[in-house]
């Protein structure tokens, strides 16, 4: 069973996550916005939408298919192992050699995430539990 019943609760999370991020440590989207590149995840299980564009200051984050930026990657991945990446369970490299996070486009960018979700770890689970989704 998946961890978020509907792409809404996934959303929802999301947004307190990475609105935390920023207020708490606003330098965390230093690295995205140097690398001047935009990013699509589509999930599944449930099917969803996340677009993280650092092309300009300030950086944007859309959710939902309602985007027409043209992403320089294309990330496939699951909700589950969105959510192992942002606990710390699992390293983006091991999704990658495993193919549970399957990049178009030049792979080398996603490690730009890496410091992102570095700061997601330590506000996730908090996130997590407020939503009523324990400490999954």
């Not at 999301?14 to 990013?39: C, H, V, Y």
């Not at 300030?58 to 027409?68: F, V």
Request: proline share 6%; net charge neutral.
């Amino acid at each position: 069973m998946p961890v978020f019943a509907t792409d809404e609760q996934l959303y929802a999370s999301l947004r307190i996550l990475f609105g935390r991020i920023e207020a708490e440590n606003p330098q965390a989207s230093d690295a995205l916005l140097k690398s001047r590149l935009s990013f699509r995840f589509r999930c599944s299980e449930p099917d969803a939408v996340l677009v993280i564009d650092a092309r300009q200051r300030p950086l944007h984050i859309t959710y939902g298919l309602n985007n027409s930026v043209k992403p320089d990657l294309d990330v496939q991945l699951s909700t589950d192992t969105l959510h192992q990446i942002l606990l710390g369970q699992l390293s983006l490299t091991k999704a990658l050699g495993s193919k549970q996070l399957v990049p178009t486009g030049p792979v080398w960018k996603t490690m730009v995430l890496a410091d992102l979700f570095q700061h997601a770890k330590t506000i996730y689970p908090q996130v997590l539990q407020e939503q009523g989704l324990g400490s999954l």
